[in-house]
């Protein structure tokens, strides 16, 4: 087969997990890799790896890897005020059925790095740089890029960047943001350069009323992981100050956070003050993407640009990445044919995974008044001292209602590239 020209858009879990398995197909395939960020952004927040997304990083032999870089969260534990625990939810113990925390809770940095660092010398990477437009000319994609305005042509161009997929819009004739749904839950990352947990694996989740969470997890380097989250549901006003700070950047984020958080209670000051001094905060809406196609000709959407999902997004992206391959492979001389058994079995699948019950559930957990926090904390602590959620885990595996996985083809790998 003649020289394969791809052009992969971003950097991040997707793109490094289809750079991977395209380079193991072996079907002479050049990649580009074109970052909007002068270099490979290896930092974030925690994200865990489920279904079908734990066979795959077997098959690629990262298993060991990424579990020697596990955040060791062992679960989560909800907090009043003075700090007293009202309701745990433990780690099961599981690859098959996991609760909120995943066997395979890791930062996204580290995640990141473990699967671009083996590919990173066989493609050639452009940072600092985004696609302007695009064209499809016959079998072709005419790419123009945004700084240097070179063009260049390429075989397939495959969107991985993100939920803001800049791609997306233009592959769907729409605004970008006309795909993104649920828009009512706002977080802040950033990383506090000490021990807020005091030694616990557990990681800690408080509620103040409006809506306002305090949700800080473990980091094994001894420091506290926290988000400062904001349900905006039946709130249009905050709403619309958290959409005016996202678009100003993150200094004016941090001051609605000090305004909305300052009277929050717990470890509010000490969260806040670790806001100001840290070195990696981002914010960002808690959002599904949900588009019509995730292909179009030779241009294709992959992982949070074509699906993203709140929870199983990594894992879908990891899945995502390997089908996209895995159909180049067995479809090497009819692309678009390759492309679409890609969408076939991904797009249905990442629908199912989508719900529209997530703001009423965020809203559940998230209670408005002090009342509403108490009756959920009451529940909570009963769920905890009767171990009815370790019930339902268990009834639920001895009954075989595990993960759902997605019903992969047996591909014909190589053994070596």
């Not at 865990?48 to 795959?56: E, L």
């Not at 044919?337 to 559940?364: C, M």
Request: charged share 25%.
């Amino acid at each position: 087969m003649s020289k394969f020209n791809v052009l992969i858009s971003g950097s991040g879990i997707g793109a490094s997990v289809f750079a991977h398995w395209l380079l193991r197909a072996n079907i002479n395939a050049h990649i580009t890799i074109v970052e909007r960020a002068p270099e490979l952004r290896l930092t974030g927040a925690s994200v865990d790896i489920r279904s079908s997304a734990v066979d795959i990083i077997k098959w690629m032999g990262a298993e060991e890897e990424i579990r020697r870089n596990n955040t060791l969260e062992e679960g989560v534990e909800f907090v009043d005020e003075n700090n007293n625990a009202i309701g745990t939810l433990a780690a099961t113990g599981r690859t098959d059925i996991q609760s909120s925390t995943s066997e395979f809770e890791i930062f996204r940095g580290a995640l990141a790095k473990i699967f671009i660092d083996p590919i990173v010398d066989r493609v050639k990477m452009i940072f600092d740089e985004t696609v302007e437009k695009y064209e499809q000319q016959d079998d072709q994609v005419i790419v123009t890029f945004s700084k240097s305005k070179n063009v260049e042509k390429y075989d397939l161009l495959v969107a991985a960047d993100g939920l803001g997929s800049k791609i997306r819009g233009m592959m769907l004739d729409q605004n970008s943001r006309d795909f993104v749904y649920q828009e009512s839950l706002y977080v802040a990352y950033f990383t506090i350069k000490n021990d807020l947990l005091q030694g616990s694996r557990f990681a800690k989740w408080y509620n103040a009323t409006n809506r306002r969470c305090i949700f800080l997890r473990p980091d094994p380097a001894g420091y506290t992981r926290a988000n400062l989250v904001k349900l905006t549901k039946d709130d249009p006003e905050s709403k619309e100050k958290l959409e005016k700070a996202l678009s100003e950047g993150g200094e004016s984020y941090k001051d609605l956070m000090d305004e909305f958080f300052s009277d929050a209670g717990w470890l509010a000051p000490e969260v806040l003050k670790g806001m100001r001094e840290t070195d990696d905060f981002y914010s960002s809406i808690f959002a599904q993407v949900r588009t019509p196609k995730i292909v179009d000709r030779r241009v294709v959407l992959l992982g949070d640009a074509g699906y993203a999902t709140p929870g199983f997004g990594t894992s879908l992206a990891i899945m995502g990445g390997y089908v996209l391959a895995g159909e180049l492979l067995n479809n090497s001389n009819n692309v678009e044919g390759a492309l679409k058994n890609y969408q076939d079995l991904v797009h249905p699948f990442s629908k199912e995974s989508q719900t529209d019950y997530f703001v009423q559930i965020s809203a559940l957990l998230n209670p408005q008044t002090s009342t509403g926090i108490w009756i959920r904390n009451k529940i909570l602590g009963w769920m905890t001292w009767t171990k009815l959620d370790q019930l339902m885990l268990w009834t639920s595996a001895k009954l075989g209602f595990t993960e759902k996985k997605l019903n992969m083809p047996d591909y014909p790998w190589p053994s070596s590239a």
